[in-house]
């Protein structure tokens, strides 16, 4: 799309702009109105999460278009700024300590919390009258391989009946500890949900009743949703005969 | 080996005590084995029914711990669906999607197509600009596929307890509806029909007037359900106070759609969350007081007379709309959504060949860009939840601003609300089990996804 415009009137490769972002996601200016402690968290600067390099997928001698050395970063909605208006300010009051970062996008409010306020987080959610999120619509991972030291994100839907809200609270986790507290005291429909993420993605759910794989047989190895593990190409296991990946399973030529 | 021992059906001790493969009319040795033992297994048994009993709907595996005929632990073994089609959709692009979300859950697949599009359109910023008739066509296909569900659910509920009558009248009028979405779509499931920014291709002629008809009839067969059921002193005595499950024991596992309403919550995403245009149409949302198999057979019953509602509404607007656009004006969005087929019924369209191979360059490089790569998702996530027949419905979309979706993932109602089997089931008899589920209406392909 904005590709194609691109294209009819070539520009500098350091000069490609950041992707679209909502005006109401423009990040403050430093130093302004933001405690320094809370500045410094390192969830509220602007991260790049990974990079995309070129235009038409040809590499090398092949690409005649020269848009194959393109390098344009890849970058979520930043950080957004008080007042964020309407109900996102109460439910923000009531988390308030507890929160890293808060993300608006498209009228969807999102509340980055780290894994160590997570059950405190939860339990305000379902508790505090102002709040009163009824129900967790369940947890589900996100594996952005390139976001170095936050390459697992688990994310809630919570949804409040009583004022008719809903939100995403996000909680990121590093590939090497891979621990975030269960919510299943809490909430006990992410029961599954949390199986699910544990299966998919390696999450861990400390003080889960029994963090079993769910999808996949008890004894897979690996966990298929990460974007490091292929899409097919896996040999299959049935009854001790051993069947290859497609592509491995017989030559034609 | 004599001919009489059985090579299937026979006992052996493992660790966790002894172990017998049941394949019927072999209860006599079972009894004898268990006296044998003497000690534990006489009050314990553990039963492990499926993965493929025919009660269990679709591959559904139940471990049940009984104590004579009363079920004391019910567990679920799930997955034995599970087709990756999460991690497939990550390989493809964004409107290629459709096609393999409409496969998850296989008995609503317009509402699979309706919550992925509905989030894709939400990061494409696109939702104000989505023409009114394809919104109508998406409402209308919608409530058609709610019927079809219901109906499903309904069949197949009568026949596990033994209600064969409603099986076949409830299959037969499930193909009634079919029919309509082959006409419409041209498949009878599996239809990839709701595509971002629009649906895939206008009302066929004749259309409003099979709708219409279908109406009608149903109107005349509906109530044939109710005099078939509803007062049955047979079919509620099976389902009233069966799989018990209150307001509280549900926001707790999270349920929603027909089993948080049996508890006389009128929760529905359709006036709590309207997409599609759903606050312009008049229904109501129904609800019981029983919280029970029975409240939630009448929910069913009584939500398929408010999608009758809907649909006759929305094919009076369609009368309206005729000759209006379905697909969102935006051809960079539109086009992969949209390749006509030439009259032969093969390839593309002559004029289109015509118009990028003999007129315009740019138009062949638009084509090539947009039909092999696809268009671009500004970076972000969207959830847009919607009440599918069995409750909330929500795809988690996330973009990195690429051609392929980075993440999608499906919170499939039947996934959450089958955790409440047990809740539902411990305590009662054997038999109540499959009327639990039945209540709760799982769809396997969407559990395990």
């Known amino acids: ?253 | 080996m004599s001919t009489t021992e059985d090579l299937y059906a026979g006992s052996s001790e493992t660790t966790d005590g002894k172990v017998f493969t049941v394949s019927g009319q072999d209860w006599d040795e079972i009894a004898a084995g268990l006296g044998d033992d003497g000690g534990d297994a006489q009050e314990r048994v553990v039963v492990n029914m499926g993965p493929q009993h025919p009660s269990t709907h679709g591959v559904l595996r139940l471990i049940l711990e009984l104590e004579g005929e009363t079920v004391t632990e019910a567990r679920c073994g799930i997955g034995y669906l599970h087709t990756g089609i999460e991690k497939n959709m990550e390989y493809r692009s964004w409107v290629q999607g459709t096609t393999f979300c409409t496969r998850m859950d296989y008995l609503s697949p317009f509402f699979n197509e309706a919550t992925y599009v509905l989030g894709v359109e939400r990061l494409l910023d696109i939702e104000d600009d989505i023409p009114e008739k394809a919104q109508v066509m998406r409402v209308l296909l919608m409530e058609l596929n709610r019927i079809s569900s219901h109906l499903v659910c309904i069949a197949t509920g009568g026949m596990e307890i033994g209600a064969l009558t409603v099986m076949t009248i409830g299959f037969r009028e499930r193909e009634l509806v079919l029919d309509l979405f082959e006409l419409i779509t041209g498949l009878r499931m599996n239809h990839a029909f709701i595509r971002p920014g629009g649906v895939a291709q206008d009302l066929p002629p004749g259309a409003l007037e099979e709708i219409r008809g279908f109406v009608a009839l149903m109107k005349k067969r509906l109530p044939e359900y109710a005099a078939l059921c509803n007062a049955n002193p047979i079919f509620k005595a099976r389902l009233e106070g069966v799989g018990h499950l209150d307001l509280e024991g549900c926001l707790a596992l999270g349920l929603t759609g027909p089993v948080l309403r049996s508890t006389g919550y009128p929760w529905d995403l359709r006036k709590t969350s309207p997409y599609c245009g759903y606050e312009t149409y008049d229904f109501d949302v129904q609800t019981w007081d029983t919280s029970d198999s029975y409240g939630r057979f009448r929910v069913r019953l009584n939500e398929m007379w408010e999608s009758l509602k809907i649909i006759e509404q929305a094919a009076d607007r369609l009368a309206r709309l005729e000759g209006e656009p379905v697909m969102v004006a935006d051809k960079k969005i539109a086009w992969p959504s949209q390749l006509a087929i030439g009259s032969d019924g093969m390839g593309n369209s002559l004029d289109h060949i015509r118009h990028i191979m003999g007129e315009s360059m740019e138009a062949l490089i638009h084509h090539f860009k947009l039909v092999t790569e696809g268009f671009r998702v500004p970076a972000g996530q969207a959830y847009v939840p919607i009440e599918s027949p069995r409750g909330e419905l929500g795809a988690h979309v996330v973009s990195d601003g690429g051609t392929r979706p980075f993440r999608a993932h499906f919170r499939d109602p039947s996934f959450n609300n089958l955790q409440a089997m047990g809740v539902m089931s411990e305590g009662s008899m054997i038999a109540d089990v499959i009327v639990a589920i039945a209540s709760i209406d799982p769809v396997m392909g969407g559990v395990d996804r």
């Open chain 1, 1 to 253: 799309m904005t590709d194609d415009k691109k294209a009819d009137q070539p520009q500098p490769a350091v000069e490609q702009p950041a992707v679209e972002q909502s005006p109401e996601n423009v990040p403050a200016p430093t130093g302004e109105a933001v405690p320094e402690e809370v500045a410094q968290r390192p969830s509220r600067r602007v991260r790049q999460v990974g990079e995309r390099q070129g235009m038409f997928g040809v590499k090398g001698t092949g690409d005649t278009s020269g848009y194959g050395g393109l390098v344009a970063p890849v970058v979520y909605p930043a950080a957004t700024q008080r007042p964020y208006g309407g109900w996102f300010d109460t439910v923000a009051d009531g988390l308030d300590p507890l929160i890293d970062m808060v993300v608006i996008h498209r009228g969807e409010i999102t509340f980055h919390i780290a894994p160590g306020n997570l059950l405190a987080a939860a339990k305000l959610l379902r508790d505090e009258p102002d709040l009163r999120f009824e129900l967790c619509a369940g947890v589900n991972g996100v594996n952005y391989p390139d976001d170095t030291g936050r390459e697992l994100h688990a994310v809630y839907s919570f949804l409040s009946m009583t004022h008719n809200r809903r939100i995403r609270v996000e909680v990121s986790v590093p590939d090497a500890d891979p621990h975030l507290p269960s919510l299943c005291g809490i909430y006990p429909a992410v029961d599954w949900h949390e199986r699910e993420a544990f299966d998919m993605y390696g999450l861990i759910f400390d003080g889960h009743p029994a963090l079993t794989r769910i999808l996949m047989p008890d004894d897979w190895p690996g966990h298929p949703q990460r974007k490091d593990y292929p899409l097919g190409g896996i040999p299959v296991e049935y009854k001790g005969g051993t069947i290859a990946p497609p592509d491995q399973r017989r030559s034609y030529s």
